[in-house]
């Protein structure tokens, strides 16, 4: 059985630009999960979404927007992009949202 | 691919012995605490998870203690392997529940022959 899948898994962009991330689940899970990790942290949770509907938000600015589609897929965009924006962008899935969730391997964005 | 955690600390250990890696959570609300561990290039792998009314929990070759009264989690690793070195995040669910996790900074496990 497929992963998590996350697409594009490299991506530069330059300052004020804008970017989409997407993401497709495990088969069957209705729960997608974002998080931004930065080189030598941890992940930080952005968001998250059952159901189509968001069930939490971290503390990201106005920027960070997603969105969870009918086949459970989800897109993460970020406006207006910062320096500080480059990091690895992880998806991960769970099956309701009250169960340990499975990482794609994560989108690397790169900001010039 | 990238290396995870350029600067994170670093257990080093021979192969064989059992590796030991601490975490100290920050949230006495946090019902779950979940250990992933990192390849470089890779997502977090989800290894085990203990939720907060147990002490202790098994796996293959891993166990998870949990001592609440000091906020401390540990990953204990036995007959470590050279597959095992990576970096192993501890995480937390807050208030949030499973799927919002509060991560820790993570630990760099080295294996040599």
């Known amino acids: 059985d497929a992963g998590v899948t996350q697409s594009p898994t490299h991506l530069i962009k330059t300052r004020g630009q804008q970017v989409t991330l997407r993401c497709s689940p495990i088969?069957?899970?209705?729960?997608v999960s974002w998080y931004q990790q930065v080189l030598g942290q941890g992940p930080q949770f952005i968001f998250q979404?059952?159901?189509?509907?968001?069930?939490g938000r971290g503390n990201f600015p106005d920027r960070f927007s997603a969105r969870q589609f009918p086949n459970y897929s989800s897109e993460l965009n970020v406006n207006a992009l910062l320096l500080g924006d480059s990091a690895l962008y992880l998806c991960?899935?769970?099956?309701?949202?009250?169960?340990?969730?499975?990482f794609g391997d994560g989108t690397r964005l790169s900001i010039l | 691919g990238e290396s995870v955690g350029l600067h994170l600390p670093t257990l080093s250990v021979q192969e064989g012995d059992n590796s030991i890696i601490n975490c100290a959570y920050s949230?006495?609300?946090?019902?779950?605490f979940i250990w992933y561990k990192q390849e470089s290039g890779k997502g977090p792998q989800f290894i085990i998870d203990?939720?907060?009314?147990?002490d202790k929990r098994q796996g293959q070759r891993v166990t998870v203690l949990l001592n609440k009264t000091v906020k401390h989690l540990s990953l204990q690793i036995a007959a470590t392997q050279p597959g095992d070195s990576a970096v192993y995040f501890c995480?937390?669910?807050?208030?949030?529940?499973?799927?919002?996790?509060?991560f820790g900074a993570g630990t760099r496990l080295a294996v040599h022959p």
């Open positions: 991960a899935s769970s099956l309701t949202g009250e169960e340990p969730q499975h």
């Open positions: 088969s069957g899970h209705k729960s």
């Open positions: 979404y059952y159901e189509k509907e968001e069930r």
């Open positions: 949230n006495s609300a946090s019902d779950y």
């Open positions: 203990i939720r907060s009314n147990m």
């Open positions: 995480a937390e669910s807050g208030s949030g529940g499973y799927n919002k996790l509060i």
